[in-house]
């Protein structure tokens, strides 16, 4: 007869599987899972503090409930030791597990903090030898123009300088030229001095004798 309830039992949570709820093991000592409504009842398994219950069925009027284990073995437990919370270790278990979890990503987060700003130093030491170029490649512009405008300075003035070296040797060979007129017109006057005096000196002399 018993058999037959407990068939029928099984039958029934089986069928409402769809509507099966989650429970947990409260006790801190392995709990048996049974295969009948009985301390009597054969054990299927010992379930460990804190496993994962789905509850396939509702209390029984000896205090049972049929539960699936999270290893899938099926039977009935006491329902006393059936908790719809986890316990407090299997809580503490997952606040530390989260914990855990809550500071590798505030370390990661830390870490891209801090790869952030040496990409920030990385940036403005980058950004200083950019203006350090640009004002060098700036300098070497204004350079080279004032190069050019030197080179330029020094073509016009070598033009200059040509131009009057030409004048100077212009005037030179005027100069040349105006003393050698000069010393061709003394000349000149010389000779004709020399051929005009001793006739002038012939002359008087004539005049003399006539005058005697």
Known sequence: MKKSIASFIVFVATCGLAQAKTGYVTD??????????????KIVKMLPNGMALTLLGDNTE????????A???????LTRYIS????????????????????????????AQTDGQQISKERDRLNSELTELQQTAANAIQLKQQRDQLQER?????????????????????????WFLYGGGLSLFGVLLGFILPKLSW??????????
């Not at 801190?28 to 009842?41: F, M, N, Q, T």
């Not at 000896?62 to 284990?69: E, K, L, M, S």
């Not at 002359?203 to 005697?212: P, Y």
């Open 28 to 41: 801190s000592i392995d709990i048996p899972l049974r295969s009948g409504e009985s301390e009597r009842s």
């Open 62 to 69: 000896n205090g049972y409930t049929y539960v699936q284990a």
């Open 71 to 77: 290893n899938g073995a099926e039977g009935y437990i």
């Open 84 to 111: 719809h919370e986890p316990i407090s270790r299997s809580q503490l278990e997952a606040a530390t597990k989260k914990l855990e979890a809550l500071q590798e990503e505030n370390k990661a987060l830390k870490i």
């Open 154 to 178: 020094v073509v016009t003035v070598e033009r200059e300088l040509q131009q009057l070296k030409r004048e100077n040797q212009a005037l030179t060979d005027n100069t040349n030229q105006d």
């Open 203 to 212: 002359r008087r002399r004539s005049g003399g004798w006539d005058t005697f």
